[in-house]
């Protein structure tokens, strides 16, 4: 029996728990957030049922491909997240790797359709001080979900404080209402 993933309160307390240990003796933790590509857009065409069948094969299959060590949960009904304590940048990017190839190999129906379905994730890690806080883990682990749906879906894409900070600069000037007005003009 492979049992079933945690909520997503039970899940907040285990990384809660987990960053709080990682951060007091220095050990990595890394955390994958995963989404199937269109699920929305998809239930609305084929039901509940399909979002059952969704949920259900999404769970059994991560948490029997998945080590002992890690926990599976949801924060939301189509997101999943992989919480993996001991873990770096690569030994993360390969599990969230694994899981979204087994994912592929995986056949859901519809209204008696095979459908072609793909899996994203966003992995962000902790290998050192700088990250304060586990929501912020878990923030940036749904920021890189983003970019990963964004640059088309169906792969794995890890957090990095390089390119959040590039796609977070400045916000676009308004040139529709001309050069700025020194201090004194009229």
Known sequence: MWGSPFSQAQILHLMKTEFARSRRHG???A???FNVDRLRSLIDLYGAELRDAVRE???KMMME???SSDFVGTVS???YVLLMPHTDVPQAQVAAERVRARFADLTIRARGQELALALSGGVATIADKETLF???LLSQAEIAL???QRGG???VVTFSRERFSSEEGPAPTDTKQGPPRQVGES
């Open 27 to 29: 050990l990595p933790l």
């Open 31 to 33: 955390v994958g957030v």
């Open 57 to 59: 094969a999404v769970s």
């Open 65 to 67: 491909g998945t080590r």
């Open 77 to 79: 009904d189509d997101r």
């Open 134 to 136: 586990f929501d912020t």
């Open 146 to 148: 983003d970019w990963a």
């Open 153 to 155: 879906g169906n792969q």
